[in-house]
C-alpha cells in the first residue's frame, strides 16, 4: 500500500535482505520533470534507469517512479538523504524494492554487505590495538630519563669547593641520623618495668 504523505518516515531498515539498488519513489508531482528527479538522484550515486511507473497507483496529479542504481551504497544514500525531502514543492517517499531483483542481484548484494562487516571489525580491531599500545606506552617509566634524572652522591652540585663540602658534611649527618633511627628500630625493648616497692601507709 501506498504510504500516505502525513505519516511519519519509515523505519530506518536494519537487515540487508530489506536493502536493494532498486527504490521506489512517491509523490512525484506530475509535472514531467523526470529528467530533473534523475539528476537528483544521480548525485548519490550512478543511475542505470530512471522511469515511471505508469501501473503503479499513486494520489492525484503525482507520479511514481523506479530508479535502479549500479551499487546498492549508492541507493541506500540516496534513500537516506531524499526520503521526506522536498522535490518542486511535493515530501517525496522513497522506498527500497527489493522485489526486483535477480538472484545475481541478491548474491551480488550479501558478498559485499560481508566484505563490509569484515572490513568493520578488522578496522575496529586495530584501532583498539593502538589504542591499547599507546595507553601501554604512557604507563612505562621511560628508563633513559630515569637514568639521567638520577644523581650520584658524589657528584658536585657547585662550582664552589666550599659549597660542595657544605653539601658533603650535611649528606654525611642525614645518613647518621637515618642509620641511628635505623639502629633504634631494630633493637629490641630490653628494659623492664620498674616495680614500685615502696610501702604505702
Not at 16 to 28: G, H, K, M, P, W
Not at 30 to 36: I, K, N, T, V
Not at 98 to 116: H, Y
Amino acid at each position: 500500500m501506498m504510504r500516505d504523505k502525513d505519516e511519519p518516515s519509515a523505519v530506518r531498515v536494519y537487515t540487508v535482505c530489506d536493502e536493494s539498488r532498486y527504490l521506489i519513489v512517491r509523490n512525484v508531482p506530475a509535472l514531467g520533470c523526470g529528467d530533473e528527479l534523475c539528476n537528483l538522484f544521480r548525485s548519490y550515486g550512478e543511475v542505470e534507469e530512471c522511469k515511471p511507473m505508469d501501473a503503479e497507483d499513486c494520489e492525484a496529479f503525482t507520479d511514481v517512479y523506479w530508479i535502479k542504481f549500479l551499487q546498492v551504497n549508492s541507493a541506500r544514500i540516496a534513500k537516506r538523504k531524499l526520503d521526506e525531502s522536498v522535490f518542486l514543492g511535493n515530501r517525496l517517499h522513497v522506498s527500497y524494492a527489493p522485489e526486483f531483483e535477480s538472484p545475481s542481484d541478491t548474491k551480488e548484494k550479501l558478498e559485499g554487505r560481508k566484505k563490509e562487516v569484515i572490513n568493520r571489525v578488522k578496522s575496529s580491531r586495530d584501532n583498539s590495538g593502538q589504542h591499547r599500545r599507546r595507553e601501554t606506552a604512557s604507563r612505562t617509566p621511560n628508563t633513559e630519563n630515569s637514568i639521567k634524572n638520577h644523581v650520584s652522591s658524589n657528584k658536585d652540585y657547585f662550582s664552589s669547593s666550599s659549597m660542595n663540602v657544605t653539601v658533603q658534611l650535611v649528606r654525611d649527618k642525614l645518613e647518621k641520623i637515618q642509620s641511628s633511627s635505623d639502629h633504634l628500630q631494630a633493637e629490641p625493648s630490653s628494659k623492664r618495668p620498674q616495680i614500685d616497692n615502696r610501702r604505702r601507709i
